[in-house]
């Protein structure tokens, strides 16, 4: 525990004081189970904590080594993790098979990577640190589902036990058999951990005949025919061909189950983390392999661009003006990193960022004019005319030059549109101020947009773009 404390006071130079205190008392008091793939957003909720303050202190403390991060492949019907990852370089597949679900799913990075947070051993161990060893339902609690499904804290094994008839453990090579009395139900026979599953729909005259099941476990078939069989016994031949423990388990798929998967609750997607300052800052060079290309089908860029800088710097001279200069990058960093957002990259003096959705990105760009009016009435002068241009929509993330980018049609009119801005403008498409987080900040603040049908430059179609006064 002594090289815990050690952690604890170094990660306190990093990161909020509140955070690293709710960290160490989950350390030192919470469950097992409370310390596998932590969900930050709900523990900012559970701790009374600002989203991003939680997502910052998990990511420094994981960078000195007190937590593991994980990047979990989800199924968006059930919640499963259909794969885990320590990197979100190893999410190579075009791809991901849900055998519960019966789907198959292309991954993005908005709702289907969750990130999630594990207490490193070196700090505490847990059950979860041998995962092959952890009893069924805590198997389907901490490996399964993702941190997205809401699993409740009081009566979890009683909810479990609602819908599971029976289930087998088998170790590697382990042949075994399971009796039971199939009821006139949907069944699933669901084995998590090669993620295979039996369908057999139960249905018609109840019978007093045996019928028999044979179910063989590997890493290749995780799917078959859905079969159609009589209430009644049913024994099922089981056969484990891996070289790791599975947990065949015989599902009733009805109220119990779906009633359970069916609580939701925010989780921390791989989009938002790669928007997030500083997850940037930390894995600046660490996040996708140089031939990835991972879609995302909603991202808000902002880009921003000093009017007249080359003026400037022939008006008040080079070393007043990469002053100003300077302190105005360091103004727009610290008003994207506390709306959620990221600095992406700057270009001369221009800058581009991206958030996780509309509303922030125009609430930075309302703080950045405000901001940048404050520094010209310091210094006595209007130096600093800020042109904004923001624009949501798909894109891909890719790796360029070494660092995480982005690239589509939504980056070349978000682009586009902050060309078309004057000094002190902040002009958005129609995607971003139609948004209903967006209508309902620009309410608040009394703010009315003006509209106009624009032609972009390299864009065939004609733009809807709204100047923000």
Known sequence: MSEARDLFSLLRQSADGGAVDAIERLVDEGMDHQLCRINPLAFAAR????????????????????????????????????????????????????????????????????????????VRRIAAHTPHELALTEYFRQMYWGSGVDLPEQGYEVAVEDFVVDHLELAPGEKGALAIQLPAEFIIVFEP???????????????????????????????????????????????????????????????????????????????????????????????????????ITSLTFLFTDLRGSTELYERVGDLVAFDLVRAHFHVLHEIVAAEAGAVVKTIGDAVMATFPTPDRAVAAAIRMRD?????????????????????????????????????????NIASRVQGLANSQSIFATGAVVEDKKTIDLLKSKALTPQSNNVSLRGIEREVLVYAIP
């Open 371 to 411: 901001a940048m009016m404050d520094l010209n009435a310091k210094n006595g002068r209007e130096d600093l005319l800020l042109k904004i241009g923001v624009h949501e929509g798909p894109c891909i993330a890719v790796t360029l030059n070494e660092r995480q980018d982005y690239f589509g049609q939504t980056v």
């Open 47 to 122: 701790n009374g904590l600002d989203e991003e303050t939680a997502v910052a202190a998990f990511l420094h403390a994981t960078r000195i080594g007190m937590f593991d991060i994980a990047w979990n492949v989800l199924c968006p019907g059930c919640g499963g993790v259909l794969d885990t990852n320590a990197t979100l370089k190893t999410v190579q597949k075009d791809q991901y098979t849900c055998a519960l679900c019966a789907g198959s799913y292309e991954p993005t990075l908005d709702e289907m990577v969750d990130v999630t947070f594990t207490v490193s051993p070196r």
């Open 193 to 295: 951990v090669t993620h295979s599953a039996q369908f057999i729909d139960v249905k018609g005259e109840p019978t007093r005949e045996r019928q028999t099941l044979s179910l063989t476990y590997d890493r290749d078939h995780i799917h078959n025919q859905t079969l159609e069989m009589q209430p009644g016994p049913l024994r099922i031949a089981l056969e484990n061909r891996t070289d790791t423990r599975v947990l065949p388990t015989v599902c009733i798929a009805g109220e119990a189950l779906h009633g359970l998967l069916g609580k939701r609750r925010p989780f921390l997607t791989a989009k938002r983390l790669l928007s997030n300052q500083t997850f940037r800052d930390l894995y600046r060079t660490d996040t996708l392999d140089v031939d990835q290309r991972l879609r």
